[in-house]
Protein backbone atom coordinates (compact mmCIF):
# COMPACT_ATOMS: atom_id res chain seq x y z
CA UNK A 1 0.00 0.00 0.00
CA UNK A 2 1.38 3.13 -1.01
CA UNK A 3 0.74 6.14 0.93
CA UNK A 4 -0.39 9.24 -0.74
CA UNK A 5 0.12 12.69 0.57
CA UNK A 6 -1.21 14.68 -1.87
CA UNK A 7 -4.65 15.72 -1.20
CA UNK A 8 -7.54 13.70 -2.77
CA UNK A 9 -10.73 15.38 -4.35
CA UNK A 10 -13.80 12.98 -5.34
CA UNK A 11 -14.85 13.60 -8.48
CA UNK A 12 -18.26 12.57 -9.43
CA UNK A 13 -18.38 10.24 -12.31
CA UNK A 14 -21.39 11.60 -14.01
CA UNK A 15 -21.35 15.23 -14.36
CA UNK A 16 -17.58 15.86 -12.35
CA UNK A 17 -18.46 18.01 -10.01
CA UNK A 18 -16.42 18.22 -7.04
CA UNK A 19 -19.07 18.50 -4.43
CA UNK A 20 -19.01 14.70 -3.40
CA UNK A 21 -19.19 13.78 -0.02
CA UNK A 22 -19.33 10.55 1.79
CA UNK A 23 -22.22 8.65 2.24
CA UNK A 24 -21.46 5.76 4.38
CA UNK A 25 -21.09 2.17 3.81
CA UNK A 26 -23.11 -0.66 1.93
CA UNK A 27 -22.64 -4.51 2.56
CA UNK A 28 -23.34 -6.07 -0.74
CA UNK A 29 -24.05 -9.57 -0.07
CA UNK A 30 -22.47 -11.42 -2.87
CA UNK A 31 -23.41 -14.75 -2.20
CA UNK A 32 -23.24 -17.14 1.01
CA UNK A 33 -21.30 -15.27 3.89
CA UNK A 34 -19.03 -12.94 1.41
CA UNK A 35 -20.23 -9.78 1.78
CA UNK A 36 -17.97 -7.14 0.87
CA UNK A 37 -18.26 -3.91 2.41
CA UNK A 38 -18.56 -0.86 -0.58
CA UNK A 39 -18.02 2.58 0.34
CA UNK A 40 -20.78 5.12 -0.64
CA UNK A 41 -20.94 8.35 -2.53
CA UNK A 42 -23.12 10.81 -3.20
CA UNK A 43 -22.77 13.65 -5.36
CA UNK A 44 -24.60 16.89 -4.30
CA UNK A 45 -25.04 18.33 -7.57
CA UNK A 46 -26.44 15.39 -9.84
CA UNK A 47 -27.54 13.10 -7.08
CA UNK A 48 -25.16 10.49 -7.78
CA UNK A 49 -25.06 7.68 -5.47
CA UNK A 50 -22.50 5.04 -6.05
CA UNK A 51 -19.02 3.47 -5.02
CA UNK A 52 -17.76 4.48 -8.00
CA UNK A 53 -15.92 7.89 -7.86
CA UNK A 54 -13.32 9.49 -9.48
CA UNK A 55 -10.25 10.85 -7.17
CA UNK A 56 -8.32 13.07 -8.03
CA UNK A 57 -4.68 15.06 -6.04
CA UNK A 58 -4.41 18.01 -6.64
CA UNK A 59 -1.98 18.07 -9.52
CA UNK A 60 -1.83 18.62 -13.02
CA UNK A 61 -3.05 16.00 -15.04
CA UNK A 62 -0.59 13.68 -15.86
CA UNK A 63 -1.12 11.36 -19.24
CA UNK A 64 -1.99 7.97 -16.96
CA UNK A 65 -4.91 10.33 -15.66
CA UNK A 66 -5.91 11.37 -19.20
CA UNK A 67 -5.82 7.66 -20.15
CA UNK A 68 -7.81 6.97 -17.53
CA UNK A 69 -10.44 9.48 -18.31
CA UNK A 70 -10.56 7.96 -22.00
CA UNK A 71 -11.41 4.89 -19.80
CA UNK A 72 -14.36 6.27 -18.13
CA UNK A 73 -15.56 7.44 -20.94
CA UNK A 74 -15.60 4.40 -22.75
CA UNK A 75 -17.10 3.07 -19.68
CA UNK A 76 -19.72 5.73 -19.35
CA UNK A 77 -21.06 5.25 -22.90
CA UNK A 78 -21.27 1.67 -22.13
CA UNK A 79 -23.54 2.49 -18.67
CA UNK A 80 -25.54 5.12 -20.54
CA UNK A 81 -24.56 7.94 -18.28
ZN1 LIG B 1 -22.63 14.66 -10.02
Same mark, same amino acid.
Given at each position: =? #??? &??? !? +????????? /???????????? /? /???? /? !??? +????????????????????? #??? #????? =? &? #??? =????? &????
Amino acid at each position: =M #ENK &EDK !T +QLICPKCRS /GRIVYAGTTVSS /G /GAGT /G !TTD +QRYLCKDCGYVGSFVLDVSGR #EKT #ESDIA =M &E #EDL =MKIKK &ELGL
